[in-house]
């Protein structure tokens, strides 16, 4: 732990530390790597909120209760659980390290999944990242979706599989309507091998819940292969209602 935090150190020593948003030069050592200016522009999700999707509810003065969404249409996950409302600072920190592949956000975002509500999801046989097809990671160079599980659940490393994969090279789903992303991704990945998650809970990790089409649709390949229940964990939520 010593040298970590002195390798930290010399690091914001040779590399000042700035704003990963608006690029403001920051005090030495801290956790999250925002100004206060663009820290007091997260919105973490607290109740109420609904408790299959996970979105939280803003003016309302009623207690946590099934959405709209959810009550119109059955999700193959148990429930999911995001850390922050999607807004244009979380998202930068996002397609800095997806687009660009940028990893100083990382420490911000172990931050602020410490005292989140992925938390009140329950204890997971296996972490599942969201997978990527072998061509879309030959071109990142990396999982977002696995560097996220790592930093969501550092003391459960070890359960972390890759028990899915992203059989069919897919769209990517920004900007496509909820029946395009429906379609793009059906049928889209396959587990790798069943008997690793017959029986097991299990938690999907992503990055962002936009409509929740993906997550969805590996929960139902998941829970087809004999999964006993899947929970999803992601680092943001779009509200869309």
Known sequence: MAVKKWLRA??????????????TSLAWGGTIELCPGCAGKLRFITPPFCPLCGVMYVNSGGGSHLCTLCCRQEYAFDRARSICRYNPEIGTIIHSLKFAGLKTGLRTMAALAENSLIHDLSSPDIIVPVPLHPRKLRSRGFNQSLLLAQLFFPDQKDKIAHALVRSRHTLAQTGLTGAERRKNVVGAFTVRQPQEVQGKKICLVDDVFTTGTTVHECAKTLKKAGAASVQVA????VDIW
Do not use: E, I
């Open 234 to 237: 992601t680092l943001a939520m």
């Open 10 to 23: 010399l690091g914001d020593l040779c590399f000042p530390p700035c704003c990963l948003c608006c690029g």
